[in-house]
């Protein structure tokens, strides 16, 4: 196992994912955080940061316990920090120091730079930089601009670079991680979805014995995978619920529920749609809807929890993005993890014990172990669909017949995509109901009718995104396809707006 200690560097998360594709587990800690106990972690790494080292309210955690006593890679920050506590100095950098560089000089006897030849392309990013390196240290590489692009503490396995390994502009960066954890820290390259799935389910065995659990399905990638997880663990004892909140894609409920089934999970749906609509109806304002949908679903979810005897577990398909405590730049160190709400007011389900089995892993990762288990392509490689659905898909009030629309238009469009190869190349996509009517003409006849929007998007996790060049060809078949068969729509537009500023969802 590896501790990451974060410093606050948007970057930190892409060090994670970087050591877990080495097969490698690890978990990110705050920097004021350190574990009490810390023999589980066979080596560390320090994170970059915003702060310069010189200043007074940055990150100065003790690392008395862990520096000449494990492996240590300080990235950034990291290794200012260890330069300036021990006898060395940083200060203002006066050229720039940010973006591509080639390293010049690599000692190429420490194992670290196995396998690298000088001149590889480096990212850097810092406005401070080393001056003077410590007495017991020697420099391992230097690029044009930067002297102590990378050095070691001497009769230590520390080592500090200047550089980012864990962006993709840093072409040797994975190779430089697997150096360090594998030829200097000695870690085996273990950690795959298969052990993962072993390991889990045994502990999960462990853990929940002959209990019950019950657990939401949203017809997601994160819920299904837990939940075969789960089901490999404890298999009836595990209860499915899925909801049909009556704003699901066209037959989606059926298709999925039917998918459920096949993979033997042991599943109920529940057709709640007229409770939701009826909630909804006559309400416009999109933080509302989302609102009275997360009350009805409580509600609904509830019920349904009472009816299974003796229940004394809930499931959730909780990632580890949910989980880790960021470091908050603006407001000093801050624990981030969703706040739960008092526990008096709370729904019965929501006392029972908790069960995250995915909690440590990221989304690429939940694909992953889902793959080895089997699940198909139809589940994995979903578009996500927020759980709110539809309603936040047609703007203004919820109606039976404009969610009717809606599902045709988007069943047209997707469908599409999928017959055109699209589908895949494209992150998230989606049709919205305007609340605008206008005029249009059909064979002889004037019409005023409603107009929809498309929206396809690329994006790694939508936080940004950017809309999909989706071809003219396609776009045009699409356009026809939707205005000569939903009757109620006469006009399609296709969203070119980015996130941001745009959103996503037009809600
Ligand atoms: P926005 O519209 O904020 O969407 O750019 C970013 C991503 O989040 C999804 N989304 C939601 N998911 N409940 C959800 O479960 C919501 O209320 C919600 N709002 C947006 C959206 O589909 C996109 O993937």
Same mark, same amino acid.
């Given at each position: 196992n590896v501790l990451i200690l974060d410093f606050g560097s948007q970057y930190t998360q892409l060090i994670a994912r970087r050591v877990r594709e080495l097969n490698i587990f690890c978990e990110i800690k705050p920097y004021n955080k350190l574990p009490e106990d810390l023999s589980s972690f066979k080596a560390v790494i320090l994170s970059g940061s915003p702060f310069s080292v010189r200043a007074e309210d940055a990150p100065h955690p003790d690392l008395s316990r862990i520096k000449g006593h494990k492996p240590l890679l300080a990235v950034c920050y990291g290794a200012q920090y260890l330069v300036h506590f021990n006898g060395g100095s940083v200060a203002k950098s006066n050229t720039r120091e940010y973006g591509r560089a080639n390293l010049s000089y690599i000692n190429s006897e420490d194992p670290f730079f196995e396998s690298i030849s000088e001149g590889s392309q480096v990212w850097m990013s810092h406005s401070d930089t080393i001056k003077d390196l410590p007495k017991n240290t020697s420099v391992l590489a230097s690029t044009q601009d930067v002297e102590y692009a990378a050095y070691k503490f001497d009769n230590e396995s520390t080592y500090g670079i200047q550089f980012h390994p864990e962006v993709y502009h840093t072409k040797d960066g994975k190779k430089l991680l697997e150096n360090f954890l594998v030829k200097i820290a000695g870690l085996e390259q273990t950690w795959t979805p298969d052990t993962f799935v072993d390991v889990t389910v045994a502990e999960l065995k462990q853990r929940i014995g002959t209990d019950k659990v019950i657990l939401g399905l949203s017809g997601g990638v994160d819920s299904t995978v837990a939940a075969v997880l789960l089901h490999k663990a404890i298999g009836k004892n595990l209860y499915c619920i899925f909801v049909n909140n009556g704003l699901l894609r066209k037959n989606e409920f059926e298709e999925v529920l039917e998918q459920y089934h096949d993979m033997g999970l042991n !599943? /109920?749906?529940?057709?709640? =749609? &007229?409770?939701?609509? =009826?909630?909804?109806?006559? &309400?416009?304002? %999109? &933080? /509302?809807?989302? /609102?009275?949908?997360?009350? !009805?679903?409580? &509600?609904?979810?509830?019920d349904e929890a009472h009816l299974v005897d003796d229940v004394k577990w809930l499931a959730q398909g909780t990632i580890y993005p949910d989980v880790i405590e960021s470091v908050s730049v603006t407001g000093g160190p801050s624990a981030t993890i969703k706040s739960h709400?008092? @526990?008096?007011?709370?729904?019965d389900f929501m006392k029972l014990k908790v069960v995250e089995p995915l909690k440590m892993l990221f989304k690429d990762e939940v694909r992953r172990v889902g793959k080895s288990m089997a699940i198909g392509d139809e589940r994995l490689g979903r578009h996500p669909f927020p759980g709110p659905g539809l309603a936040i898909r047609i703007l203004g009030d919820i109606t039976r017949e404009k969610v009717a629309i809606l599902q045709e238009v988007d069943y047209i469009f997707i469908k599409g995509l999928r017959d055109w190869g699209l589908y895949d190349e494209v992150w998230q996509a989606g049709a919205m109901l305007l609340p605008v009517d206008s005029v249009g003409v059909m064979g002889d006849e004037r019409t005023y009718e409603k107009c929809v929007a498309l929206r396809a998007v690329e994006s790694t996790d939508g936080m940004t995104a950017d809309w999909v060049n989706l071809p003219y060809e396609f776009l045009q078949k699409v356009s026809n396809d939707?205005?000569?068969? @939903? %009757?109620? @729509?006469?006009?399609? @537009?296709?969203?070119? =707006? =980015? /996130? %941001?500023?745009a959103t996503i969802e037009w809600e």
């Open positions: !599943v /109920k749906g529940v057709d709640a =749609s &007229e409770r939701f609509l =009826s909630a909804l109806n006559g &309400e416009s304002d %999109p &933080e /509302k809807k989302r /609102k009275i949908i997360g009350r !009805v679903f409580i &509600e609904v979810f509830d709400h008092n @526990v008096g007011g709370l729904p939707i205005i000569n068969k @939903v %009757p109620g @729509v006469n006009r399609v @537009v296709y969203d070119i =707006s =980015s /996130k %941001p500023p």
